[in-house]
T-cell receptor, first 113, second 111 residues
Framework: NAGVTQTPKFRVLKTGQSMTLLCAQD?????MYWYRQDPGMGLRLIHY???????AKGEVPDGYNVSRLKKQNFLLGLESAAPSQTSVYFC????????????FGPGTRLTVT | GEDVEQSLFLSVREGDSSVINCTYT??????LYWYKQEPGAGLQLLTY?????DMKQDQRLTVLLNKKDKHLSLRIADTQTGDSAIYFC???????????FGIGTKLQVIP
């Protein structure tokens, strides 16, 4: 099992450009999450999904959109990138079981200039 | 409100025990987790404890939970240089509900 994979691993964008980050999991998990990690701020939840075709806002959703067209994939889109979106982005997934432990991908390091 | 607090930094000598502490505020938290993040990598789940437990041991790792004080600790016995990483404490009311992460404690192991 590959677990949770993310593409790309690194990306540099200019302000105003758009991009999509892809997350894939092969554990048949119901729930998927997008976080951003910034120095001194820990992990902050951007959006999450509790099943195929569903999405919900997290703590810091502004400037991002998501889609979950297939159970195994969760896409994070930036329509018009801003320097404040420079961060490391992590995708995670968890099963529908009560314990809710999340499994993380390796991350995407995004720089917006 | 929900908040998870950890100290930022801990330095120990190789072979000593490390104790990383965490406090949380959400009394409804059912599960508490410890994650490890090595440089340039994602978070790796180390262990978790259910709120009706006081202690959980897994090889060199011991998790202690004091529900009254809302205090969680992770003890690493015989700390090795490979244990150098950032350790995150996290809490969860259960299921898919929002998991709250601490800011992370950077563990430095001195050879």
């Amino acid at each position: 099992n590959a677990g949770v994979t993310q593409t790309p691993k690194f990306r540099v964008l200019k302000t105003g450009q758009s991009m999509t980050l892809l997350c894939a999991q092969d554990m048949n998990h119901e729930y998927m999450y997008w976080y951003r990690q910034d120095p001194g701020m820990g992990l902050r939840l951007i959006h999450y999904s509790v099943g195929e075709g569903t999405t919900a806002k997290g703590e810091v959703p502004d400037g991002y959109n998501v889609s979950r067209l297939k159970k195994q994939n969760f896409l994070l889109g930036l329509e018009s990138a801003a320097p404040s979106q420079t961060s490391v982005y992590f995708c995670a997934s968890s099963s529908s079981g009560r314990s809710g432990e999340q499994y993380f991908g390796p991350g995407t390091r995004l720089t917006v200039t | 409100g929900e908040d998870v607090e950890q100290s930022l930094f801990l330095s120990v000598r190789e072979g000593d025990s490390s104790v990383i502490n965490c406090t949380y505020t959400d009394s409804s938290s059912t599960y508490l987790y410890w994650y490890k993040q090595e440089p340039g990598a994602g978070l790796q789940l180390l262990t978790y404890i259910f709120s009706n437990m006081d202690m959980k041991q897994d090889q060199r790792l011991t998790v202690l939970l004091n529900k009254k004080d809302k205090h969680l600790s992770l003890r690493i016995a015989d700390t090795q240089t490979g244990d150098s990483a950032i350790y995150f404490c996290a809490e969860n009311p259960g299921g898919y509900q929002k998991v709250t992460f601490g800011i992370g404690t950077k563990l430095q192991v001195i050879p």
